[in-house]
């Protein structure tokens, strides 16, 4: 139940093109859905969040899906550019209750051709 | 204002050894907590810290211990180390009230 399934494992899309990434999970207590963006070597950066009381969010080029029945969400990148190749994890969490435990997907390695 | 800030950024260990990783969150967050990332896998919760208590604990052994300073830096420590150690340990911090949480770039801990 502490599972957050994602998919692709990759992708490879055109500039310009729009990627879209995956996301289930099971525990109906998770209450906050972020995704991060994670460059090689580095930190994964919190890209854009969610709470399951909306259906969706956009933030620049990057919109979170939410469907909380089929307790899915979904990324989707618009206008992709080469500088978002990068690995996503998807995320869900309990933070209203303070416990910061973080459960990630995977991840999906996402590159942009030129 | 500065993020976190993690040290070292790398570290190379023998089999049985100790290891201590640091962690600065950002200024103003209490809030600490600790990660796992295996090559090609997503993070694994460790351990969180709050106001210098432990209010969470992930599945890892008892080689895994952390302890929060009154300044709300903390400290990861991971005692007998085996191969399977070898990860990039990530600490990451949020505000009281707050949701999200801001990671640090990690230290990469090689157990040879």
């Known amino acids: 139940q502490q599972q957050v399934k994602q998919s692709p494992q990759s992708l490879i899309v055109q500039k310009g093109g729009i990627p879209i990434i995956n996301c289930a999970y099971e525990n109906t207590a998770f209450d906050y859905f972020p995704w991060y963006q994670q460059f090689p070597g580095k930190g994964p950066a919190l890209l854009i969040a969610?709470?399951?009381?909306?259906s969706e969010k956009k933030e620049g080029r990057f919109t979170i899906s939410f469907n909380k029945s089929a307790k899915q969400f979904s990324l989707h990148i618009m206008d992709s550019q080469p500088g978002d190749s990068a690995t996503y994890f998807c995320a869900a969490s309990m933070m209203s209750t303070s416990y910061d435990k973080v459960i990630f997907g995977p991840g999906t390695s996402l590159s942009v051709i030129p | 204002d500065a993020g976190v800030t993690q040290s070292p950024t790398h570290l190379i260990k023998t089999r049985g050894q100790q290891v201590t990783l640091r962690c600065s969150p950002i200024s103003g967050h209490k809030s600490v907590s600790w990660y796992q990332q295996v090559l090609g896998q997503g993070p694994q919760f460790i351990f969180q810290?709050?106001?210098?208590?432990?209010?969470g604990r992930g599945n890892f052994p008892d080689r895994f211990s952390a302890r929060q300073f009154p300044n709300y830096s903390s400290e990861l420590n991971v005692n007998a180390l085996l191969l399977g150690d070898s990860a990039l340990y990530l600490c990451a911090s949020r505000i009281q009230g707050g949701y999200e949480q801001y990671f640090g770039p990690g230290t990469r801990l090689t157990v040879t």
């Open positions: 969610i709470r399951p009381d909306v």
């Open positions: 810290y709050y106001e210098k208590e432990e209010r």
